[in-house]
């Protein structure tokens, strides 16, 4: 028998985003095992019956869930449309910004981390994070790109490469690893450093 969805309108999609909200405040609390629909749904003001009408199954949800997790609460607080034309600004902006979410709101990594775990047996969240990642890596190329051309990037750097290691980079600053507190902000400073277009040495006076 075929699950019934929901059908589209204001107050449907109303229901939806309050559905993804709640089980985002749940899974983050209690994690991705332990997040129950029973609860969420109960958080949300609705019943089981009418969550599964929006979503099927709890995998359904967790994936509404991840792209809220990634669109809402780690993209959307950065503010990057201000900088993405400078790209060496935007990327500063991320590093900085992740960093600062990582350590006021840990709770919202450490569901990424279940999900990333998680999407192992679960080949449409597997889809999902893989498509993020993909779009997140040709962004920072682009960023590198954008600042070679400006002459701000080592113009010798191979940018996929190096955007590689941005994107692993960031993704051990934001799991919190026992680290120094100056660590994020030194280790920001440093990539630019390396990242850094090196200067012509100063011609002496005659």
């Not at 009408?53 to 950065?78: C, G, S």
């Not at 350590?103 to 969240?125: K, Q, S, V, Y």
């Not at 893989?130 to 190329?141: G, N, R, S």
Request: hydrophobic share 45%.
């Amino acid at each position: 028998m075929t699950a019934k969805r929901a059908k589209p309108g204001p107050r449907a999609e109303e229901r939806r985003e309050r559905l993804i909200a709640a089980g985002y405040r749940a899974m983050v609390r209690s994690g991705l095992e332990g997040a129950r629909t029973r609860d969420i749904a109960a958080e949300a003001g609705i019943t089981v019956a009418t969550l599964h009408y929006y979503f099927p199954t709890k995998n359904d949800l967790v994936r509404a869930v991840l792209e809220h997790t990634i669109r809402e609460q780690m993209l959307a607080p950065l503010r990057l449309d201000a900088d993405w034309e400078d790209g060496v600004a935007a990327l500063r902006t991320m590093l900085t910004g992740l960093s600062y979410q990582a350590e006021a709101e840990p709770g919202r990594f450490r569901l990424l981390n279940e999900m990333t775990w998680a999407a192992r047996e679960d080949t449409a969240l597997l889809a999902m994070l893989a498509t993020w990642h993909e779009a997140w890596h040709e962004t920072i190329v682009e960023w590198l790109r954008s600042g070679q051309r400006d002459g701000r990037v080592r113009g010798d750097l191979d940018a996929e490469a190096a955007a590689t290691m941005i994107v692993y980079l960031v993704l051990g600053m934001v799991m919190r690893p026992p680290l120094p507190a100056d660590a994020p902000g030194r280790v920001s400073d440093e990539l630019h450093r390396l990242l850094a277009a090196v200067e012509p040495p100063a011609s002496g006076k005659e």
